[in-house]
């Protein structure tokens, strides 16, 4: 039986979804995947049905009839998904081989509710910048307030979950108001310190955009219900973190 569908929501991603397709294709225990596409203006959707039709017991495609965002698409391929684990994946990111069977690992070794993992970041034309962002084995609601240290895209969560949790609020880190509620609420999370995702760095994503980042993640703790002064505090360890990661970022062995 099929364990995992991947949730992928993709919007003007012609350029690069047939490589985050092609690797849930070749995971080392297969998958199922579901595309959701935002309302493209390109060919984003037709090189999605083409494999749709190849792969029809493995590859859904839904289209937004109008731009609902990131958060919104994802909700609604989890809520296609039938397996019990869902894992996120950028339409612009995509996975080493043996990630879902290495993760599926992790949760049966730890009876943690969800897992992630390392990351390689990549240039915008898929190569190699050589580094790899490391993530911790476990993380506590406390300390992901310090830093989200967990990639979208590497998460593979139970689908009840997901569903418990859907994203919202695409103004502000929306993965990360789900990874902090779901911490707070008691589930726990295992990592996998390697680099089992590959992480393009595009020039587009919000995340890219230093100073609007940072005034998301602020607001993020704002939502969380976060004190003010305790949300400077965090905000603070949050910058720190941040100078570090990709500085701080290993070469490739």
Known sequence: ????????????????????????????????MVIVDDASLDDTYAIAMRYAEEYPDRIMVLKNEQNAGAAASRNR???CATTPYVAILDADDWWQEDKTERQLKRLAETKADACYAGRELMHADGTSTTKIVQVPETVTYHGLLKGNVIPCSSVLMRREDALQYP??????????????SMLRDGKTFAGVNEP????RL???????KKGKSARMTYGVYRYMGIPV???VYYFCCYAAAGCKKYAGARGKK
């Open 167 to 180: 994203m919202t609020h695409d103004e502000l880190h929306e993965d990360y108001i789900v990874w902090l």
């Open 202 to 208: 595009g020039e587009t994503g919000k995340s890219r």
């Open 196 to 199: 089992l995702l590959k992480s």
């Open 1 to 32: 039986m099929i364990q995992v569908t991947a949730i992928t929501a993709a919007y003007n991603a012609a350029s690069y979804i047939e490589n985050c397709i092609q690797s849930v294709l070749a995971q080392t225990v297969p998958c199922r």
């Open 229 to 231: 002064w305790k949300a």
């Open 77 to 79: 391929a989890v809520a």
